[in-house]
């Protein structure tokens, strides 16, 4: 038995009185580190995984832990149990193999939970070829996408509000923007990158990606060296797919980031390569990016590299590079000597196929080489830290209200809505516009728009300025008097005068 897999044994008792001795000396000054083999082919690679550290000797030790379906199976909505957090916790790094999420309502993303509960609020995804050992179209494509870990529409904050609709909210703020911009803009710096790009669709979320934009310019002016740019997120991901080598550090909201990354890991050659690290202040989490794969699960076919890539990046965050560099460096040669698992096996380059544990096998024999033909890989020890600046001091002011209502008398006319509206609200007040699904409808909406039983109903002030909640209280209880179902209520305000809410069409 290795010395750091002393945390997966059931007891001591079968290991001798100076095998345990030994053991414990050999762990001495490891950093403690908390392994979760989860499911489908998760522990078939994690155990690959775990053979090519103990043979690089790299300095950790093992705290096992059980995550995934079999906790979903116990009633753990999220998937991890409460003693499972604990040892997550103490020891700060976790390297997790893929899980399986059940289908249906009422179970949670465990790794959404995870990078939200420990405040992982960077994800770290490199994407690069190694061609011409493994197929890509993209040969010289070599980039970084730098993924904002815990807002955006990954908050999961949903709500049925009518028979026809849903919704979900888009939750982004100042201080998570300028953490995850400013930790791309550190990467770069440290890693001689030259250009970091954003991606937004600030052209159609004016206020949410908008505010993200806004910082990457603002955080941007404090990196002269770099070279700072920013696109539109859907011709950036055609670029990206299409002309990857344009690109170094890509930053961007979470769902963006999410689809960037696998589209740039896909065309670099094979999702299967690519290892993912999520970072905080005080935790940090690696994983493969790729999914539990249960049709291959139990058959010793798959590639571990992804995961292998994610616990190089492990140790160089816990500053152990020279080791991270030994096994990536070995796992490069690798590639190149033709040992390869079926994902990425092609008769015209691999010399041989092989499955998981002979594809270790081969990296730990490779131990203390360097590649020939591709790039070496050197790294700097230690993590990236950054910390938002204060808050600033901003005047708020409640100058309207949107009221959502449930309606769909008289065929759903808008006009009928509207008059009936006008005859409700209390002296003081004006119905400044209704919309459906975003589109005005009220006053000289079109005929030609389709309608839902959902609308937006805006209200503000004839004179008063700020506006008291005590008006837009009586507001509500009106329209409630008169029979129309209030669902969701929006304050508009604004903030040292600048506007916090989108305007409707023509307003």
Same mark, same amino acid.
């Given at each position: ?47 690959? /995984? ?11 030790? *093992? %705290? ?8 979903? +199976?116990?009633?753990?909505? +999220?998937?991890?149990?409460?003693? &499972? ?28 939970? #995870? ?19 493994? &197929?890509?179209?993209?040969? %010289? ?11 955006? $529409? ?25 953490? #995850?911009? !400013?930790? &791309? ?8 990158? !030259? ?18 934009? !806004? ?44 689809? =960037? ?11 299967? =390569?690519?290892?993912?690290?999520? #970072? ?7 994983? &493969? ?54 994902? #990425? *096996?092609?008769?015209? /380059?691999?010399?041989?196929? /092989? ?43 409640? /100058? ?30 004006? $119905? ?23 609308? !937006? ?27 129309? %179902? ?5 304050? =508009? ?9 989108? =305007?409707?069409?023509?307003?």
């Amino acid at each position: 038995m290795s010395a750091v897999h002393l945390s997966q044994a059931s007891g001591s008792a079968a290991i001798p009185a100076k095998q345990q001795i030994a053991d414990s000396t050999h762990l001495q000054g490891r950093v403690p580190v908390t392994v979760a083999y989860g499911d489908g082919i998760g522990p078939e690679i994690m155990e690959a /995984v775990l053979r090519v550290l103990d043979a690089a000797d790299a300095p950790v030790r *093992y %705290d096992v832990i059980e995550i995934g379906e079999k906790c979903y +199976s116990q009633g753990h909505t +999220s998937g991890i149990a409460p003693e &499972a957090w604990e040892v997550i916790r103490r020891n700060r790094v976790l390297l997790k193999a893929p899980i399986t999420t059940p289908q249906g309502s009422g179970y949670k993303s465990l790794n959404v939970t #995870i990078r939200k509960a420990l405040n992982l609020f960077a994800n770290v995804r490199p994407a690069k070829a190694y061609a011409p050992f493994v &197929a890509s179209p993209h040969p %010289d494509m070599n980039l970084v996408i730098i993924r904002e870990n815990e807002e955006d $529409l990954y908050a999961g904050i949903e709500h049925q509000q009518t028979p026809e609709v849903v919704q979900v909210l888009k939750l982004v703020t100042r201080p998570g923007c300028e953490r #995850i911009v !400013r930790y &791309a803009f550190e990467y770069a710096r440290t890693y001689g990158r !030259r250009i970091v790009t954003c991606m937004t669709k600030d052209n159609i979320m004016k206020l949410t990606d908008g505010l993200f934009h !806004r910082v990457f310019d603002e955080v941007a002016a404090e990196y002269p060296d770099i070279v700072a740019e920013h696109q539109i997120i859907d011709i950036g991901a055609a670029r990206l797919a299409g002309q990857p080598n344009q690109f170094d550090v890509i930053v961007t909201l979470n769902l963006y980031g999410d689809i =960037l990354s696998d589209i740039a890991a896909h065309i670099s050659g094979s999702v299967g =390569l690519a290892g993912s690290a999520n #970072i905080g202040s005080e935790a940090a989490m690696f994983e &493969a990016v790729h999914g539990s794969a249960p049709d291959i699960a139990g058959r010793g076919i798959a590639n571990p590299s992804g995961l292998l890539v994610a616990a190089t990046q492990m140790l160089v965050h816990i500053g152990a590079a020279g080791t991270a560099e030994r096994i990536k460096n070995a796992w490069l040669r690798t590639l190149e000597d033709g040992i390869h698992t079926a994902d #990425i *096996y092609r008769p015209s /380059v691999s010399a041989l196929q /092989v499955g998981t544990h002979d594809f270790a096998a081969a990296v730990i024999a490779r131990l203390g080489q360097e590649p020939r033909h591709l790039t070496p890989v050197h790294y700097r020890a230690g993590g990236i830290h950054v910390v938002p600046a204060p808050a600033a001091q901003t005047t708020k002011e409640l /100058v309207g209200v949107d009221v959502f209502l449930d309606w769909e008398d008289a065929g759903r006319n808008p006009n009928v809505l509207g008059a009936t509206l006008e005859s409700a609200i209390p002296e003081g007040w004006s $119905l400044k516009m209704v919309t459906n699904r975003g589109v005005k409808v009220y006053p000289d909406g079109l005929p030609e728009t389709f309608c839902t039983d959902h609308w !937006r109903c805006r209200f503000v002030p004839r004179n008063e300025r700020p506006l008291s909640f005590d008006k837009v209280l009586a507001l509500l209880g009106t329209l409630h008097a008169a029979g129309l %179902d209030v669902i969701k209520t929006e304050h =508009l305000y604004t903030f040292d005068g600048r506007r916090g809410y989108s =305007l409707g069409q023509g307003e």
